[in-house]
């Protein structure tokens, strides 16, 4: 993937979660860092695997490089659920799951060789769903340790 | 007692308007500060909350329903930061109740128009980022739009949040399904998924993921992300009536 289309993709994922962030409610003044984290998670992304980076790391570092962000632009005590959920969404956790559910529903409704094409499938989307959802959690959660280790608080259970 | 009801009143409009969990125990504790009194033991669900500690000679126990969990960040920021000054001493206890009222009537922060227009906004660019080409943005746009245009008329008459998903979802997902099978498009996958996208619960999921990374609110995130996945199967069966009678 040249840079060009890497940028590209990182404004879609930005203008994307700005559009999100104002159906979650987002106030004004969130609209902003929205855009820019939505921006970072997806070029991050994208540029960690066009240098060799496999999918999942890639997701894990976008989802920290994320959390980094929101932090270091709304210096706020919590970074925001809504700047999280609008800027998460493009690294496309959630399009993993529609493939996984309509690729189960294809296997109800196959038989003979389409039911193993079917099956191969829901095995394959499950799993994807399965390793970006981690990835996502896994960095979202190496994020937060990060902020909290650098603004030296202590409470864990509060992040 | 009432410092624990008032400290609730605040916490409650941070959950019941999209706030994290971890929000809403900070700001029932920010309240409490407020008071000079220290919290007890507070317990969340999601559709209750138990607060335990001592009272006067003796251990009191205060369970609160928590309403319906609807989406005005506006509302739960306001909440939030009313409780960071009650730590602060900035507001006496007098003053709370109709600080909670103001806080209370504060507006969705954007109208129906601007939200119709995000909703399509946001199936165009998803529908983009998915591989879909620029036919395919066009029918996820309109199809978003205009499903995002009976979602508030359906929330006002009262319809749950999954029921209202698979009629939003059948809207949007039918009109997309539409424009594909008059072949506007051949990239069928990205139209139709982008269509139902701003029906996303993006705030259920992450509050769900930040609450079992923080491990403490561990049941309540698991029941927010079991609620979410809800939701999805909601959208999915949409997306997938919509895809039989594409293909």
């Known amino acids: ?24 409610t987002a106030p004004p003044r969130y609209l902003i860092p929205v855009f820019l984290c939505g921006f970072t998670g997806r070029f991050v992304r994208d540029a960690l695997m066009s240098f060799g980076l496999s999918l999942n790391w890639s997701t894990m570092l976008a989802a920290a490089a994320i959390v980094l962000a929101a932090a270091a632009i709304i210096r706020r005590q919590t970074v925001s659920p809504v700047t999280l959920a609008s800027a998460i969404l493009p690294l496309a956790a959630s399009s993993s799951m529609f493939d996984a559910i309509l690729a189960l529903m294809r296997v109800s409704a196959s038989t003979g060789e389409a039911l193993q094409s079917a099956s191969v499938s829901l095995i394959f989307n499950a799993s994807k769903l399965f390793m970006t959802s981690l990835a996502i959690a896994l960095g979202l959660a190496f994020g937060l340790v990060i902020v909290k280790v650098i603004r030296g608080e202590h409470d864990w259970g509060t992040m | 007692m009432e410092a624990i009801e008032r400290a609730l009143d605040i916490a ?11 929000n809403a125990e900070r700001t029932f504790r920010n309240v409490l500060r407020g008071y000079r009194q220290e919290g007890g033991t507070v317990g969340w669900r999601l559709d209750l909350v138990t607060v335990s500690g001592a009272g006067d000679d003796r251990t009191l126990t205060v369970v609160r329903a928590i309403g319906p969990v609807g989406v005005n960040l506006v509302r739960a920021s306001a909440a939030v930061v009313l409780g960071e000054r009650m730590a602060r001493g900035e507001i006496p206890p007098a003053a709370l109740p109709s600080e909670i009222a103001r806080v209370r009537a504060l507006p969705l922060p954007y109208k129906r128009g601007p939200v119709m227009v995000a909703s399509a ?35 006002a008459a009262g319809v749950p949040a999954a029921p209202l998903a698979i009629v939003c979802g059948l809207i949007s997902a039918s009109l997309a399904g539409l424009g594909l099978r008059l072949g506007l498009s051949p990239t069928v996958g990205p139209a ?24 403490r609110h561990l049941l309540i995130g698991l029941e927010r992300i079991a609620s979410a996945a809800l939701l999805f199967l909601a959208l999915a069966v949409a997306v997938a009536f919509a895809y039989s009678f594409v293909i």
């Open chain 2, 121 to 155: 906004l946001t199936a165009a660019f998803i529908c983009r980022l998915l591989g879909g080409d620029l036919p395919a943005v066009g029918i996820a746009f309109l199809a978003g739009g205009i499903g995002a245009f009976f979602r508030p008329v359906l929330r």
């Open chain 1, 1 to 24: 993937m040249d840079l060009g289309t890497i940028l590209l993709q990182g404004l879609l994922a930005g203008f994307f979660a700005g559009a999100l962030g104002v159906i979650l």
């Open chain 2, 192 to 215: 139709l998924v982008a269509s139902v996208f701003y029906m996303v619960p993006g705030i259920a999921l992450i509050n769900g993921f930040l609450d079992m990374v923080s491990y």
């Open chain 2, 12 to 22: 409650l409009i941070v959950m019941e308007n999209g706030g994290s969990t971890a």
